[in-house]
């Protein structure tokens, strides 16, 4: 996160313009996509290792039921799915991976659809640390 802050500082031609810095875009430039994206992968899997807390709250909603337990493992693997199918189609591994510099974007592509892209590769990281939050909290269970 400092890195994404302090490159988007370098970056910065308007909001920090009396710094009169230069020379470093190409540098802050990488940092800051560098930043972005596994700032994006971290927050997701910290927002999945602490999604017990959302999971015990729903269940307290109304009297426990299977069928609605079931359907949101359902669902949420759907999202997971489809967040890894996204994650690898719009070669965001690449980026993490600094094996492309620059992103991509396409302008044609309607808001809604990208917005909903990253939402599920969100939902998938989310799903991966709540599952791995999970086993991690049974295996140090064992060991007691």
Do not use: C
């Not at 920090?16 to 596994?38: P, Q």
């Not at 910290?46 to 015990?56: C, P, S």
């Not at 044609?108 to 590769?121: S, W």
């Amino acid at each position: 996160m400092l890195g994404s802050m302090v490159s988007g500082i370098l970056l910065s031609r308007y909001v920090f313009a009396f710094l009169h810095i230069s020379g470093f875009a190409a540098a802050a430039r990488t940092v800051h996509m560098l930043g972005a994206y596994w700032g994006f992968v971290l927050m997701s899997l910290h927002l999945g290792l602490h999604w017990n807390m959302v999971v015990n709250m729903a269940g307290k909603k109304g009297t426990p039921s299977a069928v609605r337990t079931w359907t949101a493992r359902i669902l949420a693997l759907a999202v997971a799915a489809y967040g890894i199918w996204v994650f690898v189609k719009r070669g965001i591994g690449t980026y993490m991976l600094l094996q492309v510099h620059f992103v991509f974007l396409d302008y044609a592509e309607p808001l809604a659809l990208f917005i909903l892209d990253y939402m599920a590769i969100m939902g998938f990281f989310v799903f991966a640390g709540y599952y791995a939050g999970k086993a991690l909290r049974r295996a140090g269970s064992r060991k007691k």
